[in-house]
């Protein structure tokens, strides 16, 4: 059995400086009463010895002292990021992803207070002192369209336990994201098992121009047509990003899928406009169902979105239980799995 390490605690550094517990707990405080001397000893002695404080101890600790402020915080942060981002909320799947992380922060008694900002980031040091203010110590980053500059990253990695929704590129933190390749394989298997045989998927073929969520299921489609029949395999719409109706009816004519996977809700109305009969004509899938638009039993996956945002919360509860802040050494990567949901497109 591994050795267990011990956590300092404020005994620790009384004992190693001299002082009494309730001295170095305002110190660390910074409670006006003590001296800037003092203060600073105790802050370097707490570095050096590796103290960290237990966000639950804290949470209470604030409720015990000042109830009325600590039930304005003991909470977590929501960076809702860019007036883009913010905007993407209206989206009903985002709805839903959010609304799962509110609900999973009430069930583990936490307040998730949300955090917009302006294009510039210009209001971040007075967010940064509000989360200071209030006791916040974990951060949920809601990262859907527009990643938040490098630099606004960077002033939560020495502080915060820090958990990115969505984003699966390049990152310094842990993420929680939808599973997008496993998603891609449920449609194509589903589709296949109900008779299609050259199945479609209506996205532009410029790679470098999707978002990553729509660059990873396009990735996974053209993997799967590469093992097929070359009578079977259909490319792309085109080099056009995004493409337009016009540009996916003459992709339509001339390729003629019997089935197709959408990663767009609104690509179905464009099929009917067309005079695509469904699932007559061709049998219609959607990744997002729960996003569809005025589509009554859409067939397809649910990307589970309420899961997604539950789950982000649960791993950054995980974090500040352990007491793990800053910049991971070995980010994990949490991806929710889809589950398909038989509607009357298919």
Known sequence: ??????????????????????????????????????????????????????????????????????????????????????????AKYYQSLLLGARKEALRLGFNLVDYGFDDTFSNLDKALRSMTYRGIRGVLIYDPTVSIPGEVLARFEEHFATVVMLRTGTNRFHSVASDAVGNMEMALARLGALGCRRIGLPSSGRLDALSSFNRRNASTYLLAQAMLPAEDRLPLVDDVHPPSKDSICVWLKKYRPDGIISLNPWLHSWLVDFGVRIPEDLRYALIGTEGHMGVAGVTGVDTRGEDMGRASVFKLASLLSGNFFGVPDCPQLTLISGRWVDGETA
């Open 1 to 90: 059995m591994g050795k267990i390490r011990h956590r300092t605690s404020l005994q620790d550094i009384a004992d190693h400086l001299g002082l009494h517990v309730s001295s170095v707990s305002l110190a660390l405080r910074q409670d006006p009463r003590m001296r800037s001397e003092t203060i600073a000893q105790v802050q370097a002695a707490a570095v050096e010895l590796g103290y960290r404080a237990n966000p639950y101890v804290s949470a209470w600790m604030r409720h015990v002292r000042d109830p009325e402020r600590a039930q304005d915080g003991a909470g977590l942060a929501l960076i809702l990021g860019s007036p883009t981002n913010q905007r993407a909320i209206e």
